[in-house]
Nanobody
Framework: QVQLVESGGGLVQAGGSLRLSCAAA???????????MGWYRQAPGKQRELVAF???????NYADSVKGRFTISRDNAENTVYLQMNSLKPEDTAVYYC??????????????WGQGTLVTVST
């Protein structure tokens, strides 16, 4: 029905930057009207946690641990969300998951997850 395709993860030194991207693609002939898009992360041995989300009206919310370092943005025309990560720390190491929710074909409310992209921050 709807797929989220992530890119941009990788290995970076502490203090460096990475930019994650996530594009939502609906099945041919279908429409996915997205309300909220966001990023979650899961470090080894820890629960998945919210990193940031952005609404269709561009309101944003960030985890306290990333405020001032990460910036979330979205391109509504392209159904794409971005996460610019600056001043990365080793504790930011995790698998980052894209998340989106909205109306599919105007009748079904969906919550969709990406496959995850690994971000590794070395000391």
């Amino acid at each position: 029905q709807v797929q989220l395709v992530e890119s941009g993860g990788g290995l970076v030194q502490a203090g460096g930057s990475l930019r994650l991207s996530c594009a939502a693609a609906a099945a041919a002939g279908s429409i996915f009207t997205i309300n909220t898009m966001g990023w979650y992360r899961q470090a080894p041995g820890k629960q998945r946690e919210l990193v940031a989300f952005i609404t269709s009206s561009a309101s944003t919310n960030y985890a306290d641990s990333v405020k001032g370092r990460f910036t979330i943005s979205r391109d509504n025309a392209e159904n794409t969300v971005y996460l610019q990560m600056n001043s990365l720390k080793p504790e930011d190491t995790a698998v980052y998951y894209c998340h989106a929710e909205g109306w599919f074909r105007l009748t079904e409310y969906l919550e969709v997850w990406g496959q995850g992209t690994l971000v590794t921050v070395s000391t």
